[in-house]
């Protein structure tokens, strides 16, 4: 699992439900008409300064609004460099509790991933438990993604011929988890000019040594 979606499993410890209250109202209306917005609704380079930022977590990284909001997503974490903009955008899930089988969490991901593979076709599916894990039985199937030895994401990029914007890197679903119940679906668009956003932050990195 990819640390920064570690990181964010900490986060919906400390955000609470209803602080985004208007904005998960905002989502189930607008996911309702059938609108469906490339990366919420949000373009790569856009400044800081045109992002609705509800916190400031740190190391480039903000709580925002978006234009777009989806019903399955509680808040949105976006990553904007100082120059390059913003790089990407992640949705963060509503929890999906009393789910030890990953029934419902499995359910929700099969919904976006169909409409994402519509929209962008070709996509690896990732779906395997690490060599080792003692997490291996079916009602421990939460509890191995919350350990990080599960694996359940699809990923869209040009490795895997998707059809993906010019601005669009990849996109990436994934399954994670808060404890051995309690689980939730992160969406993450990187946009073209993350290298750009990778340089700046390797020149924060050295700067700070």
């Known amino acids: 699992m990819d640390p920064e979606i570690l990181f964010l499993s900490s986060i919906k410890t400390v955000i609470g439900m209803t602080r985004y209250l208007a904005l998960s109202v905002a989502g189930m209306l607008v996911a309702a008409s059938g609108a469906w917005a490339q990366a ?64 419902s969490l499995r359910s929700a991901f099969g919904k976006l991933e169909s409409l994402l593979e519509n929209k962008y076709g070709r996509f690896y599916k990732g779906d395997f438990l690490k060599d080792g894990s003692i997490w291996n039985e079916p009602h421990e199937w939460v509890m191995a993604v919350a350990q990080n030895e599960r694996v359940y994401q699809a990923v869209w990029d040009r490795e895997e011929r998707s059809m993906l914007p010019d601005e669009v890197h990849d996109i990436i679903l994934s399954a994670s988890a808060l404890d051995s119940d309690t689980s939730y679906l992160v969406l993450q668009y990187r946009f073209s000019n993350k290298d750009q956003c990778d340089a700046e932050l390797e020149e924060l990195d050295a700067e700070a040594l």
């Open 40 to 103: 919420f609704g949000l373009a790569p380079g856009v400044p800081l300064s045109a992002l609705e930022v509800t916190e400031e977590l740190g190391g480039n990284l903000y709580t925002i609004d978006v234009p777009s909001p989806h019903r399955e997503f509680e808040f949105y974490v976006a990553y904007v460099g100082s120059a390059a903009g913003l790089c990407m955008v992640r949705g963060v899930g509503i929890d999906h509790e009393s789910d030890r089988y990953g029934d």
